[in-house]
């Protein structure tokens, strides 16, 4: 069983097996079996998966692995090849395109972590298991297709198994049985249109929903649950705005599909229609392709950014001799007339560009929806009109245009916004008429969107069926860098061609107001996290901003742009030898660089593509695109290596710190986190200077380089809290939270002797850690072995551990006092609900907000953590914010230095 320890991940499909592999797929099998799925051990076939039976489960054991204790009773089984396991749709079946929102949710694959069941124990959490959530955890995924190719459409419901997926009497989503014929909620003209052949093709029927019930519940959805949802659009410009969800109502929401509804939304499930106008896409479409001879819709919007209206529209100053009318506030350049030019002149259809045609269309066809929809918010005294529906597809111009309009008229009184998820709120209305999901519950900070590859897709053009598997996605990588295409952005899905709309080439065209197809607007896959919370010591969780660098300004972004590039095939190389620096592991080192890559291009185009970008969303972004091509741990080797030297330097560490009176040992444990900051291979500069030394020199020389006063210094002021003044005596905090950083060093010289100093003030010390590896940061899963070694050579940490729970395995000869202080705990690690090297603190872990119940100071390290987030971010409690800033522009913006200055931010609570 030795081996099984050594390696937790252990394949199933190898030619021989071995005993522990045949253990691992019998207790998958047993696993299946417990729970009501197929768990018939002589049907199971040995190979890469439990082949699909119709509505059983379906189950891909390959790379199975038990996580873990393999000797434990119910060993906790890892599959990580395993797809969603349950899934639900809706759609929305309009005449030119098929909107499809489903759900799915993935296995259980919590980990069986010793550390996550104490911890709940002491902070009173109620089991975390799924079933005692409302809400189920899962995903929303948004894809689109184009009406005319329904049978991709049907073929993507068929080969996900999405129309298996049903509600049981629970109101969960569950397994549809065999016999039960399926139903799927539908909305559009098509939901009619097609219903046979849905019933033909996959046995289900439709259940058909109200049109406007259900644009008005997708709106109503979205502008409560997601943050960066509605924006304007002027000029060129994108701006998002946050919607305060006391003050949603009344608005007005104007549809652009074929035709054009107003809806006067009330409240939820209360909207009147208003108003509308038959001359809507459908308008710009049929009249484009009459005049044009486009053979769809894009191409009728991508020929409209080539094009010049003068030559076909009467202006104002075609009346008035090149003057403004300007009594009236009409410029020469106002159009007086569309295609009013055309009656004056001897010229054909032939005779006019199609691309003058095309904008000419489109800018009065925006133009009069934008007139008539401000004409109707002030019929009912609305100042904020939404737009939404396939017309727009974030087209630029379109919204520019339908700004200028509303903007024109209510003389600014009146703002048209925008949505991102614009076509989908029919098939998203559609999907929460299921009753009893509890999605309407939602709340903002239990949504995480994320861009994995391919999602850059579902936003933007029409495409193909998604990629399945992690091999798939790679092979459409190959394909594209032998064909020599370059993948600026979005990352490729399908191959060109299938999509009958031209694919995925750079937008030709760009330049002045008439941006292409570019500024289109992505979404993601809306993760549903129904454990995160607003971390509860904000100061004020409505003004807080995680991020502090902007980047929707160009030159930052620019910069931080070239910094990820250039890091990129150094953390390649890192991944790529942390999987064994395999063939599969090279592939999939190489398209993740070409996946994040073409994000980071997407971005550089158009910053708000996927909403508000902040340098956090870079940082995790690059992670999550490691985790997508199965990099669970790039840095693992390294911070095992930095673990090992600075845990055999820590027993003369806390030597010498015992040595020193109480003021220069807590000085001395600040400079210790401060120098031990250094170690972060997220920074060139900083692993340009691993090179140079061994990880002790490089320690030595970071803390023999401390001076003071630090650039930003507030140590003086955290002492006299710490230790009291002449007539103050000290009294200790409470409760600590460190948000502790790297692995090596930065936990086991620095924060882990001040937690040490905490502990023996009396302080409880919560070491809050990520969830998930980002860089080299620790993760809440290493701590208790790192805290155990460390015990080893201290009484204080090994006592404090001890009580916590942390050292149940590591020192059993030692548990008996262990139970005696269960109302103080005086050491506890907690998992922070991330896997990114900042940290948003309106979206952690349940745990973390728990453990903040009583806690008075927090303290925050590290340049991620400190600096890029968090850095104005204002709490209830104390605060001090440590970290050395590894980056010289940084330095330069953010405290006026230089790189490898510290700050030392203390603020007492407000
Ligand atoms: C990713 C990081 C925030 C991690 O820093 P840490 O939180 O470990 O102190 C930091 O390494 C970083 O900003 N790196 C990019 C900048 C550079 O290479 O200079
Ligand atoms: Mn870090």
């Known amino acids: 069983m030795a081996g099984l320890k050594d390696d937790p991940v252990l394949g199933i499909n190898d030619m021989i097996e071995t005993r522990e592999e045949t253990e691992i797929k019998d207790a998958v099998i047993d696993k299946v079996r417990e729970e009501g799925g197929q768990g018939d051990r002589e049907m199971a076939p040995m190979g890469n998966s439990i082949h699909r039976s119709g509505s059983r489960p379906q189950l891909d054991l390959s790379k199975a692995a038990i996580q873990g204790n393999s000797e434990e009773r119910d060993p906790t089984i890892l599959l990580p090849n395993q797809s969603d396991d349950i899934s639900h749709l809706a759609l929305d079946i309009g005449g030119s395109l098929i909107k499809l929102v489903y759900f799915s949710r993935h296995e259980d694959r919590t980990i069986n972590d010793k550390r996550k069941k104490t911890?709940?124990?002491?902070?009173?959490?109620?089991?975390?298991?799924?079933?005692?959530?409302?809400?189920?955890?899962?995903?929303?995924?948004?894809?689109?297709?184009?009406?005319?190719?329904?049978?991709?459409?049907?073929?993507?419901?068929?080969?996900?198994?999405?129309?298996?997926?049903?509600?049981?009497?629970?109101?969960?989503?569950?397994?549809?049985?065999?016999?039960?014929?399926?139903?799927?909620?539908?909305?559009?003209?098509?939901?009619?249109?097609?219903?046979?052949?849905?019933?033909?093709?996959?046995?289900?029927s439709l259940d058909k929903e109200d049109e406007m019930d259900c644009l008005v519940a997708g709106a109503n959805f979205l502008l409560k649950a997601i943050r960066h949802?509605?924006?304007?659009?002027?000029?060129?410009?994108?701006?998002?705005?946050?919607?305060?969800?006391?003050?949603?109502?009344?608005?007005?929401?104007?549809?652009?599909?074929?035709?054009?509804?107003?809806?006067?939304?009330?409240?939820?499930?209360?909207?009147?229609?208003?108003?509308?106008?038959?001359?809507?896409?459908?308008?710009?479409?049929?009249?484009?392709?009459?005049?044009?001879?486009?053979?769809?819709?894009?191409e009728l919007l991508e020929l409209s950014q080539r094009g010049d209206n003068r030559t076909i529209d009467m202006l104002v100053g075609d009346i008035y001799g090149g003057m403004d009318y300007s009594k009236i506030g009409l410029s020469a350049s106002t159009i007086a007339s569309s295609f009013g030019k055309a009656i004056s002149e001897k010229k054909e259809l032939e005779d006019y560009r199609p691309e003058d045609i095309s904008l000419s269309l489109l800018r009065m066809i925006s133009y009069?929806?934008?007139?008539?929809?401000?004409?109707?918010?002030?019929?009912?005294?609305?100042?904020?009109?939404?737009?939404?529906?396939?017309?727009?597809?974030?087209?630029?111009?379109?919204?520019?245009?339908?700004?200028?309009?509303?903007?024109?008229?209510?003389?600014?009184?009146?703002?048209?916004?925008?949505?991102?998820?614009?076509?989908?709120?029919?098939?998203?209305?559609?999907?929460?008429?299921?009753?009893?999901?509890?999605?309407?519950?939602?709340?903002?900070?239990?949504?995480?969107?994320?861009?994995?590859?391919?999602?850059?897709?579902?936003?933007?053009?029409i495409h193909g069926p998604p990629l399945g598997d992690l091999n798939e996605k790679i092979s459409w990588m190959e394909k594209f860098v032998l064909k020599g295409?370059?993948?600026?952005?979005?990352?490729?899905?399908?191959?060109?061609?299938?999509?009958?709309?031209?694919?995925?080439?750079?937008?030709s065209s760009k330049g002045g107001t008439l941006r292409s197809d570019a500024s289109a607007l992505n979404v993601g896959v809306l993760h549903l996290v129904p454990t995160l919370e607003v971390f509860p010591l904000l100061a004020d969780p409505k003004m807080y901003e995680p991020n502090t660098i902007d980047l929707s300004d160009h030159n930052e972004l620019e910069y931080w742009f070239t910094v990820l590039s250039e890091h990129l095939p150094d953390?390649?190389?890192?991944?790529?030898?942390?999987?064994?620096?395999?063939?599969?592991?090279?592939?999939?080192?190489?398209?993740?660089?070409?996946?994040?890559?073409?994000?980071?291009?997407?971005?550089?185009?158009?910053?708000?593509?996927?909403?508000?970008?902040?340098?956090?969303?870079?940082?995790?972004?690059?992670?999550?695109?490691?985790?997508?091509?199965?990099?669970?741990?790039?840095?693992?080797?390294?911070?095992?290596?930095?673990?090992?030297?600075?845990?055999a330097v820590l027993p003369d560490l806390l030597m010498e710190l015992d040595s020193m009176t109480?003021?220069?040992?807590?000085?001395?444990?600040?400079?210790?986190?401060?120098?031990?900051?250094?170690?972060?291979?997220?920074?060139?500069a900083c692993v340009d200077l691993y090179h140079k030394g061994t990880i002790i020199e490089i320690y030595r020389m970071s803390r023999n380089k401390m001076q003071r006063p630090w650039r930003v210094d507030d140590f003086d002021v955290f002492k006299e809290r710490m230790l009291g003044s002449a007539d103050k005596k000290p009294h200790p905090h409470k409760r600590a939270l460190l948000f502790v950083d790297n692995s090596g060093a930065d936990i086991v010289l620095g924060m882990l002797p001040l937690a040490r100093e905490l502990i023996r003030r009396g302080?409880?010390?919560?070491?809050?850690?990520?969830?998930?590896?980002?860089?080299?940061?620790?993760?809440?899963?290493?701590?208790?072995?790192?805290?155990?070694?460390?015990?080893?050579?201290?009484?204080?940490?090994?006592?404090?551990?001890?009580?916590?729970?942390?050292?149940?395995?590591?020192?059993?000869?030692?548990?008996?006092?262990?139970?005696?202080?269960?109302?103080?705990?005086?050491?506890?690690?907690?998992?922070?609900g991330c896997g990114s090297p900042c940290i948003d603190l309106r979206q952690v872990s349940s745990e973390l907000a728990a453990a903040a119940k009583d806690a008075d100071l927090i303290i925050l390290e590290g340049m991620g953590r400190a600096l890029h987030t968090n850095f104005n971010a204002r709490f209830k409690c104390d605060a001090l914010k440590l970290a050395m800033v590894k980056n010289q522009r940084l330095a330069e913006n953010l405290i006026k230095g230089n790189i490898y200055d510290c700050v030392c931010r203390y603020e007492p609570a407000s």
């Not at 710009?284 to 819709?297: A, D, E």
Request: net charge negative; with cysteine; hydrophobic share 40%.
């Open 368 to 461: 009069n929806i934008g007139q008539i929809s401000y004409l109707n918010a002030l019929r009912f005294g609305l100042k904020r009109i939404f737009f939404g529906g396939f017309f727009i597809r974030g087209h630029a111009y379109t919204m520019d245009t339908i700004s200028f309009a509303v903007h024109f008229w209510s003389k600014g009184d009146a703002q048209a916004m925008f949505l991102r998820h614009e076509g989908f709120l029919g098939a998203l209305g559609a999907f929460m008429s299921y009753e009893k999901h509890g999605l309407d519950d939602l709340m903002v900070h239990q949504l995480v969107e994320r861009f994995p590859m391919g999602a850059p897709y579902t936003g933007g053009k």
């Open 485 to 507: 295409t370059e993948i600026t952005a979005p990352v490729p899905m399908a191959p060109p061609g299938t999509t009958g709309l031209g694919g995925f080439e750079v937008p």
């Open 763 to 832: 302080t409880e010390v919560v070491l809050v850690a990520n969830s998930l590896p980002a860089l080299n940061d620790a993760t809440a899963m290493e701590l208790p072995d790192i805290v155990a070694e460390a015990a080893k050579h201290c009484d204080i940490l090994r006592r404090a551990a001890e009580a916590g729970g942390l050292l149940v395995d590591a020192m059993i000869n030692t548990l008996d006092g262990s139970k005696e202080n269960t109302s103080s705990v005086p050491l506890m690690v907690v998992e922070n």
């Open 229 to 298: 949802e509605a924006f304007t659009h002027m000029e060129g410009h994108k701006e998002f705005v946050q919607i305060d969800h006391n003050d949603l109502f009344p608005y007005l929401l104007v549809n652009i599909g074929s035709g054009v509804s107003m809806i006067k939304v009330d409240g939820d499930g209360k909207f009147e229609r208003v108003s509308g106008t038959n001359v809507g896409g459908g308008t710009y479409w049929g009249l484009g392709r009459l005049l044009t001879k486009c053979k769809s819709f894009d």
């Open 662 to 684: 109480e003021e220069t040992r807590l000085l001395t444990l600040i400079e210790g986190v401060l120098a031990a900051n250094i170690f972060d291979w997220g920074s060139r």
């Open 119 to 204: 911890v709940k124990e002491r902070l009173g959490i109620s089991n975390g298991n799924r079933r005692s959530y409302p809400i189920l955890g899962g995903r929303l995924h948004f894809v689109k297709f184009e009406t005319r190719k329904i049978n991709e459409c049907l073929d993507f419901i068929s080969s996900k198994q999405l129309h298996r997926g049903g509600i049981d009497t629970h109101g969960w989503l569950s397994e549809a049985p065999a016999n039960c014929s399926a139903v799927i909620k539908a909305t559009g003209g098509g939901a009619y249109k097609f219903a046979d052949l849905f019933k033909e093709r996959l046995g289900v």
């Open 571 to 647: 953390l390649v190389d890192k991944a790529v030898a942390s999987e064994g620096g395999t063939d599969d592991a090279k592939r999939r080192g190489d398209a993740f660089a070409r996946v994040f890559s073409a994000h980071l291009a997407r971005l550089m185009e158009e910053p708000a593509a996927y909403g508000k970008l902040g340098l956090a969303n870079l940082l995790e972004l690059r992670e999550e695109c490691l985790r997508e091509f199965h990099f669970v741990d790039a840095y693992r080797s390294i911070k095992q290596r930095e673990n090992e030297a600075s845990l």
